[in-house]
């Protein structure tokens, strides 16, 4: 029993270093992830589109900058989709809902999201009162002492 459990640990041991092995991609990139639509126009509706997609992988590059394979996943799934006749904002929709706001570089204002952009007004009036109250305290050091 005791070499059994030797047996395993050990096992075990040397196969966790080789578990990212396992996890690696080995399938072909998607048909669009590289190649451009036929249509001009709708590959540079693709493109406008993509250019506004964060790479969840790379996350400060655009699907349309990145070479990892997830966002040729994205790209290959934004242009089939406008080959396919759907709207830009219909596509950026279904990828929010699929991999969350993140995706997305133009925020959507939300209950959970609307303190990111009031944070910015309340910080800025909350300054102009300490300001505000600082300059009359020193008017009125100045009258005192004249």
Request: proline share 8%.
């Given at each position: 029993?005791?070499?059994?459990?030797?047996?395993?640990?050990?096992?075990?041991?040397?196969?966790?270093?080789?578990?990212?092995?396992?996890?690696?991609?080995?399938?072909?990139?998607?048909?669009?992830?590289?190649?451009?639509?036929?249509?001009?126009?709708?590959?540079?509706?693709?493109?406008?589109?993509?250019?506004?997609?964060?790479?969840?992988?790379?996350?400060?590059?655009?699907?349309?900058?990145?070479d990892a394979s997830?966002?040729?996943?994205?790209?290959?799934?934004?242009?089939?989709?406008?080959?396919?006749?759907?709207?830009?904002?219909?596509?950026?929709?279904?990828?929010?809902?699929?991999?969350?706001?993140?995706v997305s570089y133009?925020?959507?204002?939300?209950?959970?999201?609307?303190?990111?952009?009031?944070?910015?007004?309340?910080?800025?009036?909350?300054?102009?009162?300490?300001?505000?109250?600082?300059?009359?305290?020193?008017?009125h050091l100045r009258?005192?002492?004249?």
């Amino acid at each position: 029993m005791k070499r059994l459990r030797f047996i395993l640990a050990a096992g075990l041991a040397l196969a966790t270093p080789l578990a990212p092995l396992a996890a690696q991609d080995s399938l072909p990139p998607a048909p669009y992830a590289y190649r451009q639509l036929p249509d001009p126009a709708q590959e540079a509706k693709a493109q406008a589109l993509m250019e506004t997609l964060r790479c969840l992988k790379c996350q400060s590059q655009s699907i349309a900058d990145s070479d990892a394979s997830m966002a040729g996943d994205m790209r290959n799934e934004v242009r089939t989709r406008i080959a396919a006749g759907e709207d830009p904002e219909a596509i950026r929709q279904w990828l929010i809902e699929r991999y969350g706001d993140y995706v997305s570089y133009t925020p959507q204002v939300k209950p959970l999201t609307w303190p990111l952009f009031a944070a910015p007004a309340v910080f800025l009036g909350l300054a102009a009162l300490l300001l505000r109250g600082r300059f009359r305290r020193a008017r009125h050091l100045r009258k005192d002492k004249a």
